[in-house]
């Protein structure tokens, strides 16, 4: 299957709270094909160049102690319009705000714990994909 692509992390408050089967469910019963996954864990460096686009915003280091507070799992995810399509189907980053049935309104516990990440735009989901992915590990 031919598509667009997009990055998704499973944030380290969702693998603990042992939701990594019902996300990843969701987000195959919503069509996407995962062409890359893996179980990880981000390093202080890597979660710092992985959000350096905040790196100047005053919640900075509380997300960075958050993303390397346990594993998670990154996985590229490949559909027609992947990437806004997976931005509805996480739903809003504030928990209370999200739809009815949306990855964050089902699984999300905060705004700083939001379960999952989803990519912007077409540009960063190709850059946050090779961020997590040697060329060799995208299927």
């Given at each position: 299957?031919?598509?667009?692509?997009?990055?998704?992390?499973?944030k380290?408050?969702?693998?603990?709270?042992?939701?990594?089967?019902?996300i990843?469910?969701?987000?195959?019963?919503?069509?996407?094909?995962?062409?890359?996954?893996?179980?990880?864990?981000?390093s202080?460096?890597?979660?710092e160049?992985?959000?350096a686009?905040h790196?100047?915003?005053?919640f900075?280091g509380?997300?960075?102690?958050?993303?390397?507070?346990?594993?998670?799992?990154?996985?590229?995810?490949?559909?027609?319009?992947a990437?806004?399509?997976?931005?509805?189907?996480?739903?809003?980053?504030?928990?209370?705000?999200?739809?009815?049935?949306?990855?964050?309104?089902?699984y999300a516990?905060?705004?700083?714990?939001?379960?999952?990440?989803?990519?912007?735009?077409?540009e960063?989901?190709?850059?946050?994909?090779?961020?997590?992915?040697a060329?060799?590990?995208?299927?």
């Open positions: 299957m031919a598509g667009t692509k997009t990055l998704t992390m499973i380290p408050d969702a693998v603990r709270n042992g939701h990594i089967g019902a990843l469910n969701d987000i195959s019963a919503a069509g996407f094909r995962i062409s890359a996954m893996k179980l990880t864990q981000l202080k460096a890597d979660a160049a992985f959000y686009v790196s100047e915003r005053p900075f509380e997300l960075v102690e958050f993303m390397t507070s346990g594993p998670i799992v990154a996985a590229i995810l490949e559909k027609d319009n990437v806004e399509d997976f931005r509805t189907l996480i739903g809003s980053t504030n928990p209370a705000e999200a739809a009815e049935g949306t990855i964050r309104a089902k516990t905060s705004i700083g714990e939001n379960a999952v990440h989803g990519s912007d735009s077409d960063n989901a190709q850059i946050e994909g090779d961020f997590h992915f060329g060799r590990e995208q299927f």
